[in-house]
């Protein structure tokens, strides 16, 4: 388990100002800035904040569940079970990291290092997922 959490640690703290804090809780916290990206406990369950609706749609196409104790806020916990789930969980931290670097103060750790658009590309989301985030996502100014 150790090893998957170390590999997933290293996968979101190589993006552009990400920094990787212990959390309150146990386990290490992945932060852009000030803003939480979400954090991954020792036991392998991830736990990662989006709005409803990106949450919603995460449950629907099953690539989440609702959070473990906050199940009617945007939080979705992620279970690593096994290797494979090892790169569900960093799609879901990326998806987090894109959404929160395209707006307010998450926009200043970036600071352009990253093409929002061309990066959810990368991610291959679902098309309604796509609507959604597309809805949310802040373009950038000029």
Known sequence: MQQWIERVR?????WPGVSANPHRFGG???NLGRIEVGHIHSNGMVDIPFNSKIRDRL???QRAEPHHLLPDTGWISF???SEADVEKAVWLYRLSYLFHASRGSGRQWVNGAVVIPEALDGLG???PLRTI??????PPAG
Request: proline fraction near 0%.
């Open 133 to 138: 985030v597309d809805r949310l996502v802040v």
């Open 59 to 61: 449950i629907e196409e």
């Open 10 to 14: 290293q996968a979101v703290t190589a």
């Open 79 to 81: 279970y690593i079970r």
């Open 125 to 127: 989301l679902s098309e």
């Open 28 to 30: 290490v916290e992945f």
